[in-house]
């Protein structure tokens, strides 16, 4: 029989990161995962979620202790695959768009501690494990790293322009060790993260809708999945064709 594959996912309180991993436990997959708040109390009951580490990734030594617990947690076991999700789209007070003439530059750092750091060294910091199983990462980007977004803010934006840098950069340097390393980039999505002031963006979305944090957790599932092992630096937009426009 297959051994049970793994993966870790970082920002699984809600959203898209818990819909993926509903997704992957439905799949058999176990489950490792963090985010500041606990897991809702119903997932408690699944019993291929294996540990949850409350912690905030934005903090460097946060992102460390992370790390050392879920190897630990590990062993010598492989690491099917990593994904890349939690990210804040912050607002100054003023609910302005946290940009380059407005809002603390404290505020860049925090997004981009986030939204890129922690990618990034949670990659390095699981290469071995990955390694092991000749996993995937898939690191969740944006559309609004490709184009202005008129509520996205700048900081916010290009923290996911580089991570879909990150993730072209981290294709090539992982490939040698049998890991594959792609992104997800979604358009408008219903999650906490959109208010209703998105709405009138619909009109701009061919599909004429938002997208479900579901619709983008089985692209990230499929993306993991042997049947896509020789896709590698791709980045996959779950927009309803907003990127055309
Ligand atoms: N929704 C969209 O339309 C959309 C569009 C494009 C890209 N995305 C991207 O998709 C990803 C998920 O977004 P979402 O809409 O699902 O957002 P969400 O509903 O706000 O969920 C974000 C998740 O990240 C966790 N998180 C936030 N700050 C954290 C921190 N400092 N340390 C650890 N975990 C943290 C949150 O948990 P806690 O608050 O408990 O920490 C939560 O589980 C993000 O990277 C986002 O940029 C979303």
Redesign the pocket.
């Known amino acids: 029989m297959d051994r049970p594959k793994t993966l870790v996912l970082?920002?699984?309180?809600?959203?898209?990161?818990?819909?993926t991993v509903k997704r992957f436990a439905e799949h058999g997959w176990r489950l490792f995962t963090?985010?500041?708040?606990?897991i809702p109390k119903e997932c408690r009951v699944d019993a291929n979620w294996a540990h949850h580490v409350?912690?905030?990734?934005?903090?460097p030594a946060?992102r460390a202790r992370f790390v050392a617990e879920i190897n630990d947690r590990l062993g010598d076991a492989p690491l099917d695959a990593l994904v890349?999700?939690?990210?804040?789209?912050p607002k100054t007070p003023y609910k302005e768009r946290l940009g380059v003439l407005h809002g603390e530059i404290e505020g860049w750092h925090r997004v981009f501690e986030?939204?890129f750091y922690?990618p990034l060294e949670l990659s390095r910091g699981f290469a071995g494990a990955l390694a092991r199983a000749r996993g995937a990462v898939v690191n969740?980007?944006?559309?609004?790293g490709h184009r202005a977004h008129p509520f996205?803010g700048s900081a916010?934006s290009t923290s996911?322009a580089a991570l879909s840098g990150l993730t072209r950069e981290m294709a090539v340097e992982f490939a040698p060790l049998g890991v594959r390393v792609n992104a997800v980039?979604?358009?408008?999505?219903?999650?906490?993260?959109?208010s209703v002031d998105?709405e009138p963006l619909i009109t701009r979305i061919p599909m004429q809708r938002?997208?479900t944090?579901a619709e983008?957790a089985s692209v990230i599932h499929r993306l993991c999945d042997a049947d896509f092992g020789y896709v590698t630096g791709s980045e996959v937009f779950v927009t309803g064709g907003q990127q055309l426009l």
């Open positions: 970082t920002g699984a309180s809600r959203g898209i990161g818990h819909a963090c985010s500041r708040e606990d409350p912690c905030d990734l934005s903090v946060d890349n999700n939690a990210g804040i789209s986030l939204n922690a969740v980007t944006s559309i609004a996205a916010y996911k980039a979604p358009g408008e999505i219903e999650t906490e993260m959109v998105y938002m997208g944090a983008v």
